[in-house]
Every structure is written in structure tokens, then in C-alpha cells.
């Protein structure tokens, strides 16, 4: 017998595309994206809108905001598995 455990994945992002070739990329009704812009107004690139959680960033934002998602914080160091880094 398989169990689910429904916390373990976190849903997608969906895309909506309008009439008018409006791209938009939704997560719990909100504008995000992690992978790209989130707006893409009548399929133009050139004015295309970052959104993270309904937040607007500007391209540079946001690609800092994917470079620090993941990975140790400032503050700590990898150490070897048996090792720490204690004086």
C-alpha cells in the first residue's frame, strides 16, 4: 500500500495565455515565476514583467532573488560529514 503525503510537492505555477497572445504564469492567484518573467504582455518580450508571490521586480532583482533561493546562508560553512568547523 503507497501513501501519499500531499506536503511534499508544492503545486505548479499555471499558464495563462489570453486573446489578445497576453502570457501570464499564476501561483495561488498570484503573478510568479522562478524560471522567467511572470507577465508577458500581447507576447512581446521587450515588456516583459517580473513577479515573485504578486511582488513586481525588475530583471535584475529578480535573477539576484533566484541566485540566493537556495544554498548555506552567509553565515555558515559546509563542513565534511564527522567535522565541524568549532575552534
Given amino acids: 500500500m503507497v501513501m501519499e503525503n500531499k506536503y511534499d510537492e508544492w ?3 499555471q499558464k495563462l495565455k489570453k486573446a489578445d497572445g497576453t502570457v501570464a504564469y499564476v501561483w495561488d ?3 510568479h515565476n522562478w524560471d ?3 507577465l508577458i504582455p ?3 518580450m521587450k515588456k516583459r ?3 515573485l508571490y504578486g511582488i513586481q521586480y ?3 532583482e529578480h535573477k539576484e532573488a533566484i541566485r540566493n533561493q537556495t ?5 555558515k560553512q559546509p563542513a565534511p560529514k564527522g ?3 568549532r575552534n
Fill in 49 to 51: 514583467e517580473y513577479y
Fill in 42 to 44: 500581447e507576447g512581446n
Fill in 71 to 75: 544554498g548555506l546562508p552567509w553565515y
Fill in 36 to 38: 522567467g518573467p511572470a
Fill in 29 to 31: 492567484n498570484k503573478l
Fill in 11 to 13: 503545486p505548479k505555477s
Fill in 83 to 85: 567535522m565541524t568547523h
Fill in 58 to 60: 525588475s530583471e535584475a
